[in-house]
Protein backbone atom coordinates (compact mmCIF):
# COMPACT_ATOMS: atom_id res chain seq x y z
CA UNK A 1 0.00 0.00 0.00
CA UNK A 2 2.81 2.16 1.03
CA UNK A 3 4.14 2.08 -3.01
CA UNK A 4 0.66 3.04 -4.03
CA UNK A 5 0.83 5.82 -1.83
CA UNK A 6 3.50 7.61 -3.15
CA UNK A 7 2.77 6.71 -6.49
CA UNK A 8 -0.71 8.14 -6.26
CA UNK A 9 1.15 11.35 -4.41
CA UNK A 10 3.77 11.49 -7.07
CA UNK A 11 1.23 12.00 -9.47
CA UNK A 12 -0.54 14.45 -7.94
CA UNK A 13 1.77 17.01 -7.14
CA UNK A 14 3.59 16.61 -10.40
CA UNK A 15 0.16 17.73 -12.18
CA UNK A 16 0.43 21.95 -12.25
CA UNK A 17 -4.06 21.80 -12.71
CA UNK A 18 -4.09 19.71 -8.91
CA UNK A 19 -2.01 22.92 -7.67
CA UNK A 20 -3.98 25.72 -9.43
CA UNK A 21 -7.57 24.09 -8.63
CA UNK A 22 -6.96 23.78 -5.03
CA UNK A 23 -5.82 26.99 -5.26
CA UNK A 24 -8.38 28.13 -6.75
CA UNK A 25 -10.91 26.25 -4.07
CA UNK A 26 -9.31 27.80 -1.29
CA UNK A 27 -9.47 30.90 -2.46
CA UNK A 28 -13.13 31.32 -4.56
CA UNK A 29 -14.24 29.40 -1.18
CA UNK A 30 -13.05 32.77 1.13
CA UNK A 31 -13.75 35.41 -1.53
CA UNK A 32 -17.41 34.35 -1.54
CA UNK A 33 -18.02 33.71 2.28
CA UNK A 34 -16.32 37.49 2.90
CA UNK A 35 -18.45 39.33 0.21
CA UNK A 36 -21.69 37.24 1.34
CA UNK A 37 -20.30 38.84 4.91
CA UNK A 38 -19.68 41.71 3.37
CA UNK A 39 -22.98 42.33 1.84
CA UNK A 40 -25.04 41.36 4.57
CA UNK A 41 -26.30 44.07 7.64
CA UNK A 42 -28.02 43.79 10.90
CA UNK A 43 -31.19 44.66 10.46
CA UNK A 44 -33.78 44.74 13.65
CA UNK A 45 -36.51 43.91 11.72
CA UNK A 46 -35.26 41.23 10.24
CA UNK A 47 -34.95 36.79 10.55
CA UNK A 48 -31.85 35.81 12.82
CA UNK A 49 -28.81 35.35 10.47
CA UNK A 50 -26.66 32.08 10.65
CA UNK A 51 -23.41 34.05 10.83
CA UNK A 52 -21.27 31.20 11.06
CA UNK A 53 -23.17 29.41 7.85
CA UNK A 54 -23.31 32.43 5.66
CA UNK A 55 -19.64 33.18 6.65
CA UNK A 56 -18.43 29.57 4.94
CA UNK A 57 -21.13 30.16 1.92
CA UNK A 58 -18.37 29.80 -0.28
CA UNK A 59 -18.13 25.97 0.13
CA UNK A 60 -20.85 25.91 -2.34
CA UNK A 61 -18.43 26.93 -5.19
CA UNK A 62 -15.32 25.78 -3.86
CA UNK A 63 -16.63 22.21 -4.33
CA UNK A 64 -16.77 22.20 -7.94
CA UNK A 65 -13.23 22.71 -7.69
CA UNK A 66 -12.32 20.18 -5.67
CA UNK A 67 -15.11 17.63 -7.39
CA UNK A 68 -13.14 18.62 -10.29
CA UNK A 69 -9.60 17.71 -8.83
CA UNK A 70 -10.87 14.18 -7.58
CA UNK A 71 -12.28 13.22 -11.07
CA UNK A 72 -9.41 14.08 -12.50
CA UNK A 73 -7.22 12.30 -10.31
CA UNK A 74 -8.61 9.23 -12.59
CA UNK A 75 -9.92 10.76 -15.33
CA UNK A 76 -6.92 11.96 -16.84
CA UNK A 77 -5.46 8.02 -16.78
CA UNK A 78 -8.22 7.08 -18.69
CA UNK A 79 -8.49 10.17 -21.44
CA UNK A 80 -4.54 9.51 -21.86
CA UNK A 81 -4.72 5.75 -21.51
CA UNK A 82 -2.06 5.57 -18.90
CA UNK A 83 -4.34 3.84 -16.96
CA UNK A 84 -2.92 0.49 -18.52
CA UNK A 85 0.71 1.47 -17.09
CA UNK A 86 -1.47 2.32 -13.66
CA UNK A 87 -2.78 -1.15 -13.50
CA UNK A 88 0.46 -3.02 -14.90
CA UNK A 89 2.69 -1.16 -11.89
CA UNK A 90 -0.30 -1.80 -9.47
CA UNK A 91 -2.17 -4.66 -10.25
CA UNK A 92 -4.47 -4.98 -7.22
CA UNK A 93 -6.95 -2.83 -8.37
CA UNK A 94 -8.98 -2.36 -5.13
CA UNK A 95 -4.98 -1.23 -3.26
CA UNK A 96 -5.04 1.68 -6.45
CA UNK A 97 -8.07 3.04 -5.66
CA UNK A 98 -7.81 2.94 -2.44
CA UNK A 99 -4.70 4.58 -2.63
CA UNK A 100 -6.55 7.24 -4.91
CA UNK A 101 -9.13 7.73 -2.70
CA UNK A 102 -6.28 8.22 0.12
CA UNK A 103 -4.37 11.18 -1.88
CA UNK A 104 -8.06 12.66 -3.13
CA UNK A 105 -9.40 12.94 0.54
CA UNK A 106 -6.16 14.03 1.99
CA UNK A 107 -5.48 17.27 -0.79
CA UNK A 108 -9.51 17.92 -0.14
CA UNK A 109 -9.13 18.71 3.61
CA UNK A 110 -5.82 20.11 3.80
CA UNK A 111 -7.60 22.73 1.16
CA UNK A 112 -10.84 22.77 2.94
CA UNK A 113 -9.26 23.14 6.15
CA UNK A 114 -7.34 26.43 4.86
CA UNK A 115 -10.63 27.41 2.90
CA UNK A 116 -13.15 27.01 5.76
CA UNK A 117 -10.83 28.39 9.00
CA UNK A 118 -9.66 31.30 6.73
CA UNK A 119 -13.46 31.73 5.94
CA UNK A 120 -14.46 32.07 9.61
CA UNK A 121 -11.73 34.26 10.51
CA UNK A 122 -11.83 36.79 7.82
CA UNK A 123 -15.42 37.19 8.64
CA UNK A 124 -14.44 37.75 11.94
CA UNK A 125 -13.40 41.18 10.79
CA UNK A 126 -16.33 41.93 8.93
CA UNK A 127 -19.51 41.05 11.00
CA UNK A 128 -19.13 43.34 13.61
CA UNK A 129 -18.72 46.34 11.49
CA UNK A 130 -22.33 45.34 9.63
CA UNK A 131 -23.81 45.42 12.98
CA UNK A 132 -23.61 41.33 14.17
CA UNK A 133 -22.41 43.06 17.66
CA UNK A 134 -22.95 41.06 20.96
CA UNK A 135 -25.44 44.06 21.24
CA UNK A 136 -27.47 43.37 19.00
CA UNK A 137 -27.63 39.32 20.39
CA UNK A 138 -24.77 38.16 18.11
CA UNK A 139 -21.63 36.57 19.07
CA UNK A 140 -18.54 36.89 16.61
CA UNK A 141 -17.99 33.59 14.64
CA UNK A 142 -14.61 32.43 16.89
CA UNK A 143 -13.53 29.12 16.71
CA UNK A 144 -13.28 28.93 19.95
CA UNK A 145 -16.98 28.56 20.18
CA UNK A 146 -17.99 25.00 19.62
CA UNK A 147 -20.87 24.97 17.32
CA UNK A 148 -18.19 27.48 14.97
CA UNK A 149 -15.62 24.92 15.20
CA UNK A 150 -17.80 22.32 14.30
CA UNK A 151 -19.17 23.79 11.14
CA UNK A 152 -15.83 24.81 10.23
CA UNK A 153 -14.17 21.23 11.11
CA UNK A 154 -17.19 19.79 9.26
CA UNK A 155 -16.97 22.29 6.19
CA UNK A 156 -13.60 20.52 5.58
CA UNK A 157 -14.60 16.87 6.21
CA UNK A 158 -17.41 17.70 3.54
CA UNK A 159 -15.49 18.39 0.63
CA UNK A 160 -13.15 15.54 1.47
CA UNK A 161 -16.95 13.37 0.81
CA UNK A 162 -17.43 15.36 -1.86
CA UNK A 163 -14.27 14.11 -3.70
CA UNK A 164 -14.41 10.48 -3.08
CA UNK A 165 -17.96 11.00 -4.11
CA UNK A 166 -16.53 12.41 -7.64
CA UNK A 167 -13.73 10.05 -7.73
CA UNK A 168 -16.41 7.13 -7.64
CA UNK A 169 -17.99 8.47 -9.82
CA UNK A 170 -14.88 8.99 -12.26
CA UNK A 171 -14.21 5.40 -11.76
CA UNK A 172 -17.31 4.03 -12.75
CA UNK A 173 -18.02 6.60 -15.56
CA UNK A 174 -14.35 6.51 -16.89
CA UNK A 175 -14.85 9.65 -18.57
CA UNK A 176 -14.05 13.20 -16.75
CA UNK A 177 -16.37 15.27 -18.83
CA UNK A 178 -19.26 12.88 -18.27
CA UNK A 179 -18.08 12.40 -14.53
CA UNK A 180 -17.83 16.45 -13.88
CA UNK A 181 -21.42 16.69 -15.38
CA UNK A 182 -22.86 14.30 -12.78
CA UNK A 183 -21.58 15.16 -10.05
CA UNK A 184 -22.29 18.71 -10.79
CA UNK A 185 -25.83 17.76 -11.44
CA UNK A 186 -26.17 15.76 -8.46
CA UNK A 187 -24.56 18.87 -6.34
CA UNK A 188 -26.60 21.42 -7.84
CA UNK A 189 -29.54 20.11 -9.38
CA UNK A 190 -31.05 18.66 -5.85
CA UNK A 191 -31.80 22.03 -4.52
CA UNK A 192 -33.64 23.20 -7.83
CA UNK A 193 -35.45 20.45 -7.74
CA UNK A 194 -36.28 21.46 -4.18
CA UNK A 195 -38.37 24.88 -5.03
CA UNK A 196 -40.93 22.88 -7.21
CA UNK A 197 -42.19 20.45 -5.53
CA UNK A 198 -44.86 19.83 -2.41
CA UNK A 199 -43.04 21.05 1.00
CA UNK A 200 -42.92 17.16 2.11
CA UNK A 201 -41.25 16.12 -0.54
CA UNK A 202 -38.89 19.35 -0.04
CA UNK A 203 -37.56 18.85 3.03
CA UNK A 204 -37.52 15.18 1.95
CA UNK A 205 -35.21 16.11 -0.95
CA UNK A 206 -33.49 18.08 1.65
CA UNK A 207 -32.43 14.77 3.97
CA UNK A 208 -30.90 13.00 1.30
CA UNK A 209 -29.53 15.64 -1.18
CA UNK A 210 -25.48 15.33 -1.36
CA UNK A 211 -25.32 18.86 -1.21
CA UNK A 212 -28.46 19.98 0.95
CA UNK A 213 -27.74 17.15 3.43
CA UNK A 214 -23.98 17.28 3.71
CA UNK A 215 -23.82 21.15 4.50
CA UNK A 216 -26.09 21.07 7.40
CA UNK A 217 -23.26 20.65 9.24
CA UNK A 218 -22.39 24.47 8.80
CA UNK A 219 -26.04 24.83 10.92
CA UNK A 220 -25.54 26.74 14.30
CA UNK A 221 -29.02 27.95 14.92
CA UNK A 222 -31.88 26.34 14.95
CA UNK A 223 -30.48 23.17 14.32
CA UNK A 224 -33.54 20.79 15.94
CA UNK A 225 -35.79 23.39 13.45
CA UNK A 226 -33.86 21.80 10.17
CA UNK A 227 -34.88 19.01 8.06
CA UNK A 228 -31.63 16.75 8.97
CA UNK A 229 -28.95 17.13 12.07
CA UNK A 230 -25.89 17.88 11.31
CA UNK A 231 -23.77 14.87 11.29
CA UNK A 232 -26.61 13.05 10.50
CA UNK A 233 -26.41 15.07 7.15
CA UNK A 234 -22.82 14.53 6.72
CA UNK A 235 -23.30 11.04 7.48
CA UNK A 236 -26.03 11.28 4.16
CA UNK A 237 -23.17 12.44 1.82
CA UNK A 238 -20.46 10.23 3.53
CA UNK A 239 -22.95 7.03 2.04
CA UNK A 240 -23.54 8.22 -1.37
CA UNK A 241 -19.51 8.54 -1.21
CA UNK A 242 -19.25 4.76 -0.37
CA UNK A 243 -21.58 3.75 -2.35
CA UNK A 244 -20.35 5.59 -5.62
CA UNK A 245 -17.01 4.22 -4.65
CA UNK A 246 -18.52 0.93 -4.21
CA UNK A 247 -20.13 1.61 -7.76
CA UNK A 248 -16.46 2.25 -8.89
CA UNK A 249 -14.42 -0.21 -7.43
CA UNK A 250 -17.02 -3.15 -8.98
CA UNK A 251 -16.13 -2.31 -12.35
CA UNK A 252 -12.54 -1.28 -12.37
CA UNK A 253 -12.34 -4.67 -10.88
CA UNK A 254 -14.53 -6.69 -13.22
CA UNK A 255 -13.97 -4.53 -16.61
CA UNK A 256 -10.87 -4.01 -18.43
CA UNK A 257 -9.13 -1.07 -18.56
Known amino acids: MSNALHAEWTKQRTLSATGWLLLGAV ?3 IALGATD ?10 SIQDTTKLSLSGIELGQALIAIVAVLAIGNEYSTRTIHVTLTAMPR ?3 MLAAKATVVCGLAIAAGTIAAFGSVLACQLIFPRNGFTPAHGYSTPSLTHGPTLRAAAGSALYLALIALLSLGIATALRDSATSIGLVLGLLYLFPIVQQVVDPDWQRHLKQIGPMTAGLSIQTTINVHNQPIGPWSGLGVLAAWAAVALLVGGVRLRLSDA
Open 27 to 29: TLT
Open 93 to 95: RAT
Open 37 to 46: AAETDYTPAG
